[in-house]
């Protein structure tokens, strides 16, 4: 689903290949279009927005997976406390963990500056 769905079907196929595909050049290959095209794409305000929707749903998503793995990094953290040979085991856990945080602090001040948007937008308009 799309942010607000003003994009052609070539440009939704480009988003998709942004998100998968290692390079600008290799997005373009995908997609069907020029890099000269994705260039331009990129410099539209419709077609950015829906790119960034895009990327946050896939950030969003993966920030999920951190969290729902979170547990079994505390279960491995707890199992660990008392064995003396987890080393490899305890850094994989604090790194999940280190991250799903991060990921949480990253949604909430997105959260909050949507917010403060909310707030000043009505603002902008009235003057």
Not at 64 to 91: F, I, M, P, Y
Request: aromatic share 4%.
């Amino acid at each position: 689903m799309s942010a607000s769905g003003k994009l052609n079907r070539k440009q939704e196929v480009l988003i998709a290949a942004l998100l998968t595909e290692p390079t600008h050049a290799a997005a373009a290959t995908r997609a069907g279009v020029s890099e000269a095209t994705l260039h331009r794409w990129l410099h539209l305000p419709a077609f950015r927005d829906e790119y960034r929707f895009a990327r946050r749903a896939v950030v969003e998503t993966a920030v999920g997976r951190l969290q729902q793995a979170s547990a079994k990094a505390v279960d491995t953290l707890e199992r660990n406390l008392t064995c003396g040979h987890g080393g490899t085991e305890v850094r994989a856990a604090l790194a999940i963990l280190g991250q799903a945080m991060h990921g949480v602090e990253l949604l909430d001040l997105a959260q909050e500056l949507q917010e403060l948007r909310d707030r000043i937008e009505p603002l902008s308009r009235g003057s």
